[in-house]
């Protein structure tokens, strides 16, 4: 009796971390303490080449989907020896895999986005994580059957269906946002450079950013969704070198090394910003990225749907 409540509680236990690791990186509009944005997730599948700008969404909404389905799977113990458990540990090995990957080209720093910005954790800690979690896996598969009647199918399919439909219906993906952005007429204005290049600290802006097309993009190293908008340009960057962006930071200087391990952007040219000049050229609403031609803002971007492609049709133009 004991063992059959031990291995029921390591199963309920199980499960509850998949619900968590997809809720808490969901952006889901509820409790929203416990949930991140999803777009760092989406993110995760361009920046490893399986996945575009487009696909990248329906990509992170099915995964995160999966997640709940195993974890109600455990939490019901349905199907367990012959879905649930198969599932859990092919799941396991290719965030595993993926955390390793991220650790030889990136080494153990930053936060590796297993349950969004809400738990932090390391690339490395999370793998030990799967680790023991496979572990466990390994032991309930030996000695833990489940519950595998018609009547457990059903419940099976319920869970399944609920699972992969929520992410989708509580954060719908919006694939014509950045294009309508991008092409929506707007009044065009000056950007006072010669603010930036007077008062800019810790890195010279080169004066060529008054010439040509940048894009310019004014970040909080304190703001969650600066570092949002970093993390996907950074992506960008790395995919193509020929986009000219550059960063104007504003906050302690202290919080540079922790913006630059969690963004991984330090090769993106970019300085300090402080107080009034910064408030006078980016306004009060974090993060503003500008698209500069010769000194003017034609597009004022958000930040939660850059698209890489329609940058670059902008910079043909």
């Given at each position: 009796m004991l063992k059959k409540i031990l291995f029921t509680t390591l199963c309920v236990l199980m499960g509850a971390v998949f619900i968590i690791s997809g809720?808490?990186?969901?952006g889901f509009p509820f409790l929203h303490k416990f949930t991140s944005p999803i777009e760092p997730f989406e993110?995760?599948?361009?920046d490893l080449g399986v996945a575009n700008w487009r696909t990248a969404p329906f990509i992170a909404r099915l995964l995160i989907g999966l997640e709940f389905f195993i974890g109600l799977a455990l939490i019901f113990h349905v199907q367990l020896k012959k879905i649930v458990y198969k599932l859990g540990i092919a799941l396991l090995l290719v965030f595993s895999i993926y955390l390793?990957?991220?650790m030889i080209f990136q080494g153990s720093k930053g936060n590796c986005g297993c349950f969004g910005t809400v738990f932090t954790m390391t690339p490395m800690v999370a793998l030990v994580k799967n680790v023991i979690m496979l572990a466990v896996f390994l032991l309930l598969y030996k000695f833990h059957d489940g519950w595998s009647t018609k009547a457990a199918t059903i419940v099976l399919w319920i869970c399944l269906a609920s699972s992969l439909i929520l992410p989708f219906i509580w954060n719908p993906v919006e694939l014509d946002y950045s294009e309508a952005y991008l092409n929506k007429p707007e009044n065009n204005f000056e950007i006072p450079l010669d603010t930036l290049y007077n008062n800019a600290t810790l890195n010279v802006p080169p004066r060529t950013l008054s010439k040509g097309k940048h894009i310019l993009a004014f970040m909080s190293l304190s703001c969650p969704h600066c570092r949002i908008a970093a993390k996907k340009i950074r992506i960008m960057h790395e995919r193509n070198p020929e986009i000219s962006f550059y960063f104007i930071l504003n906050g302690d200087e202290e919080k540079l090394k922790p913006f630059f391990e969690d963004t991984?952007?330090?090769?993106?040219?970019?300085c300090m910003l402080l107080g009034r000049p910064f408030v006078y050229l980016a306004g009060t609403v974090m993060p503003a990225i500008y698209?500069?031609?010769n000194g003017v803002v034609e597009h004022d971007l958000d930040y939660m749907?850059?698209?890489q492609g329609e940058i670059e049709e902008w910079l043909k133009k």
């Open positions: 809720f808490t990186k969901g993110m995760t599948f361009v390793i990957l991220l991984h952007t330090e090769e993106i040219p970019h698209l500069v031609n749907r850059l698209d």
